[in-house]
Structure formats: structure tokens, C-alpha cells
């Protein structure tokens, strides 16, 4: 560029923001937004997947998008104007499956997700009694064997034993939960007040591992970790459980909005739960949206079903039409549950932690009142059982179309079922972080095989017609869309190698599952997931390209505003 056009160059642009700045009284009231975005680079992610240059907004609705000079009319004497400066917009990131009040949780207790071995989470765990008082249970999650830098000593199944943990604290209970939720280690004090010894029988769905001469390791498998759970009775009032549970759901508001998720699908919560959230909305203490599936028994879901169903309350901002169950665990903790042994441990094939009739019986209650289904599977056999339920209730049902029923996970999948989740209209909501995490571990379980074939396979789902969705189970991995959209686009190993590269997705393919897909899976697509006119102003900035910048500079990416309802909700200090 010469001289000369660099000075018209730089001219045009501080006229263009003069413009912009500068309101004017010929801006009809009634025409005029709220707030403008300007002089950036916003994918609308419609159908055209079509970028503007800025975007208006009046209330909690996009009104208008455009080129700069075609939004400059919609700016009037009190309009909020932000000015882009080239920076992308996007449809606010939609957390396809996490666990809200988990996140608060997981805010309030040892953080053992930065341990890089047992070593150290015992000297954290020998810290923290120093601190506390005799008989105070000491919490902890977030630790992952696979992860550590060495393996403990002695071990059983590559998990340690809980001599060296029981003796720094004598005194306090202490349950350390596995990353993925789906187990647990405790130390001697919790399984005397637990009331397990060599002769505690497994429950049914769990195991308590158990070393050659029978004696309990310390960790608690799957169900196996509630008998421990069940004796710390935690705080002694309903005003003290209410006070933390608010706790937890400020905690947890701050910390999603911080990653630039304006919706939230909560996958599981109860009715006490849920009450909550309502009374956060009606307080006007619940800064972004929540999408709920309810956890409960089958009694509890027939008696109140019917009075808890509710979509858009308080303005958008909660909606309960889902129903969540887990048939099986997690590949991590050898939950997951397979049509074939685990290479690693050829005595397991896993666990089915509700007998099938059950959740049949839940998904009769579903359809009966207009709930969707959405069933945790990870392991291929739990896969076929929940895609076999979901077959044979469709069809007991031909009245109801468009059911939009999920799979929540599916991890692992037997080539034979790939093409049912296309036929049966099926969504897969899938965790793109998920995949690398494990992928170092994955054929340790699975063998290369089973792995190539059917281990996270966004491609082939999505070729059979597959709504395919993205998120994060949080508190399992952290809450960022940026480090799942990454590991989506990449499939990308710390050691440089890629997991099977051929399942990858394109950025825009990334991101829509991120936005738009999460809004349809939830039957939400004509309100949000897109930035439209009539639509939701639910939007995210963010300081890099990620739909251009190359590959490794995608992590790199921060939020800068996240907007939710033409509200600034979290902006970067």
C-alpha cells in the first residue's frame, strides 16, 4: 500500500468511527437500538453461515444486521455502541451437556485436577486436615490416573490403595472423586463411618475394589461411591443447605459466563433443584440460561412430571423439558459398559447401573408427557440398549414425531448402531474435549480396533444424518468452549499426535455444533444458536479469529464480552 492510500485508508476509518460515536437527534426514538456492535467480524451462523460487520439490538432481540453504514441509522442520543475493532462476534456459546451446580461445587473443595500424582494429592489432603476439625469431611475432585506422571505404589488396577492417604488424616473422612464422577477414593475413617469392611457385598451397579486379599482399596466404583456419600450428612439445616446451594449457583454463573456460554443444558438435576433456579429467575439472580433434564426415580417423576414441565420461564431463562438417566459409567474408571471385555481388564466388561426395564419405564413417562429422553451411554453395549429403548418406544408411539430424544455422550459406539442415531433422529450430544483428554488412554481400554472404529466419531454420525452436539461435562473437563472447540477442529494430543484425524470437524462445523445444534437439540433453534433478526441477543466476543487464526493459536483465544439479552454479562477487566 502507498503513502497516499494509507492516509485514505486511516481516514476512512476514523470517519466510519466518528460516525458511529457521535449520535444524532435524526435517529427516530422508535428505530433507534439499544445497543450496537460495530466494525467487527460477526458470523451469524444461519443457514448461509453469512458475516456482518455489525449488529443492533432492542430489549433482549436482535433487530438489525448489517455493514457498518447500513446499522449507523439504528444508533440514537442513549445508545449503547461497542465498537469491535475487527474482533469476531458469535452466537453466544450454547454448553451442550455440563453440570451447572457441580461447577459451583467443584469451587468450594480441593481442586485435584493440578496433582500430577497421588503423592501429591496426599499431601494436599495432609494439609487440608492440619487445617480442619476432627471428624470435618475433607472433598476433593478432579484427579484422573491416566493423567499422573507415575503410577502409585502399590496399586490395584492402576489405582492406589489408601494406607498412605488414611494415615495424614486420621481424623476426618475424606472422598476424593474420580474427574469423571464415576467413582471415588476414600480413606479408612470414611469406610468406617460407611460401615465397609472385607464383607460389604458390591451394590448393585458398583463395585468396591478390593485388593488379593479382599480388602477394600479405598476406591468406590460407580454406585458403590453413595454408600460413602450417604454418611456425610453435611450441613445440619435447610437454611444452611439452601445458603450453599446459592452458593454454588453464584459460583458456578460467574464461571460459565466468564467462558462465554450464554445457555447452559444442566444435565440432571432434582426438584428441590429446580425450585431453586425458578427462585433465582423470579430474584433476577440467574444471569444466563438454563435448559434442565431432571434426575429423579421413576415414583418422583410420575407424581410431579406434569407441574414441572416449563419452557422459557422468567423471561428465557429456565426451561424443563428433559429427563436424564445413566444406564453406564465412564471408560476412565472401566464404568463404561461394553459388548466385549476391556483389553486392560479382561475380567469387566463394565457396569449397567439401572436395569433396562427401568429406564423402559422412564421412557414410557417421557412420552406420556412430552419430555425428551436423554440417557447417559458411553460404553458401545450401553449405546445399543439405550438406542434399542429408544427404538422400541417410537414405535409404540407413531403419533409422536420429531421427539428429538438423546444420547448423552456417546463415546463408544459398535459400527452396527453408527447409522440408528441418523435413522431414529437420535442427537448425539457429544463432549469434543472428552476425545482428547482420553485419546492417550483410549486403546489401553478398547484396543485399536474397537477404538478406530467407533471412539468418538463425530464424522460418521453426522454422515448418517446425526444431530451431533458439543460441550464439556463440567465439572469433568473445564467449562471452555474454546478448548473443546479446539479439540474438535484438531483432535489434537499433548504429544502433537492426532486421535484418528479422519473424525475431525471444520471450524464451521465446530462451531455450529456449539450454537446452533445445541439450540436444536433442545428444540430452541427458532430463539437462539443463530444471530437473526427476532432472535435472542445472546451473543460472544472474542479476542481471536478462531475461524481463521491457525490451528494452535486457537487456545490462545479469550472472551471478551458475553452478552445475554443485550446485556453485558461478564466483560474481560
Request: some cysteine; glycine content about 8%.
Amino acid at each position: 500500500m502507498n503513502q497516499y492510500a494509507a492516509k485514505v485508508s486511516v481516514l476512512f476509518l476514523v470517519t466510519i468511527f466518528l460516525s458511529f460515536a457521535c449520535t444524532t437527534d435524526s435517529t427516530e426514538a422508535s428505530d433507534a437500538a439499544d445497543m450496537v456492535l460495530f466494525n467487527g467480524k460477526i458470523i451469524t451462523v444461519d443457514e448461509s453461515n453469512r458475516e456482518v460487520q455489525a449488529i443492533a439490538i432492542k430489549g433482549d432481540k436482535i433487530v438489525a444486521l448489517g455493514t457498518d453504514a447500513e446499522i449507523k441509522s439504528r444508533i440514537g442520543p442513549v445508545t449503547k455502541t461497542i465498537d469491535l475493532n475487527g474482533q469476531l462476534a458469535i452466537p453466544g456459546f450454547n454448553e451442550g451437556h455440563g453440570h451447572f451446580m457441580g461447577i459451583g461445587a467443584s469451587k468450594m473443595m480441593l481442586d485435584l485436577t493440578k496433582p500430577k500424582n497421588w503423592d501429591e494429592i496426599v499431601q494436599m489432603v495432609a494439609d487440608a486436615a492440619k487445617e480442619a476439625k476432627p471428624g470435618e469431611w475433607i472433598i476433593g475432585r478432579g484427579w484422573h490416573q491416566d493423567k499422573w506422571d507415575k503410577a502409585p505404589d502399590p496399586a490395584v488396577e492402576g489405582l492406589p490403595v489408601l494406607d498412605g492417604l488414611s494415615k495424614v488424616s486420621a481424623d476426618n473422612p475424606v472422598i476424593l472423586t474420580h474427574a469423571s464422577g464415576h467413582g471415588s477414593f476414600v480413606n479408612a475413617k470414611a469406610l468406617e463411618l460407611a460401615g465397609i469392611d472385607s464383607k460389604t457385598a458390591d451394590p448393585p451397579g458398583g463395585e468396591i475394589l478390593r485388593d488379593k486379599d479382599g480388602r477394600p482399596t479405598g476406591f468406590l466404583r460407580e454406585t458403590a461411591q453413595r454408600i460413602v456419600s450417604s454418611a456425610n450428612k453435611g450441613p445440619s439445616t435447610d437454611a444452611e443447605r439452601l445458603d450453599i446451594a446459592r452458593k454454588q449457583a453464584e459460583l458456578a454463573s460467574r464461571e460459565v459466563l466468564s467462558k462465554g456460554i450464554t445457555t447452559f443444558h444442566d444435565a440432571g438435576s432434582g426438584f428441590e433443584t429446580i425450585d431453586l433456579f425458578k427462585k433465582l429467575v423470579d430474584e433476577g439472580k440467574l444471569p444466563l440460561r438454563l435448559w434442565v433434564m431432571i434426575r429423579a426415580s421413576n415414583e418422583e417423576l410420575a407424581e410431579k412430571l406434569k407441574n414441572y414441565r416449563v419452557i422459557g420461564y422468567g423471561n428465557n431463562h429456565l426451561t424443563v423439558r428433559a429427563i436424564k438417566l445413566s444406564i453406564d459409567g465412564a471408560l476412565g474408571s472401566r464404568g463404561a459398559w461394553l459388548l466385549e471385555p476391556y483389553t486392560d481388564a479382561p475380567r469387566s466388561r463394565g457396569l449397567n447401573l439401572i436395569p433396562v426395564e427401568s429406564a423402559e419405564k422412564t421412557a414410557g413417562l417421557a412420552i406420556q408427557n412430552d419430555y425428551q429422553l436423554c440417557i447417559h451411554a458411553i460404553g458401545d453395549r450401553a449405546n445399543k440398549e439405550v438406542l434399542d429403548i429408544f427404538e422400541e418406544t417410537f414405535k409404540a408411539n407413531p403419533d409422536k414425531k420429531v421427539l428429538r430424544w438423546r444420547v448423552e455422550h456417546a463415546q463408544h459406539l459398535n459400527p452396527a448402531d453408527i447409522p440408528r442415531f441418523g435413522k431414529l433422529g437420535v442427537v448425539a450430544s457429544m463432549q469434543g474435549v472428552h476425545c482428547t483428554s482420553d485419546a492417550s488412554w483410549v486403546p489401553d481400554r478398547l484396543g485399536d480396533k474397537r477404538s478406530e472404529e467407533g471412539a468418538y466419531v463425530w464424522q460418521k454420525l453426522m454422515k448418517s444424518g446425526a444431530l451431533v452436539t458439543n460441550g464439556t461435562d463440567a465439572p469433568v473437563e473445564d467449562v471452555s468452549p474454546i478448548a473443546s472447540f479446539y479439540s474438535t477442529v484438531s483432535r489434537k494430543l499433548k504429544d502433537g499426535s492426532v486421535f484418528y484425524p479422519e473424525q475431525r470437524m471444520s471450524r464451521v462445523e465446530a462451531l455450529r455444533s456449539y450454537t446452533i445444534n445445541v439450540a436444536k437439540s433442545g428444540f430452541e433453534e427458532e430463539l437462539k444458536g443463530s444471530l437473526e433478526v427476532g432472535k435472542l441477543a445472546d451473543i460472544t466476543i472474542l479476542s481471536k479469529d478462531i475461524m481463521a487464526v491457525k490451528e494452535d493459536e486457537i487456545p490462545t483465544a479469550e472472551v471478551l464480552y458475553t452478552i445475554v439479552g443485550g446485556k453485558i454479562a461478564y466483560q474481560k477487566g
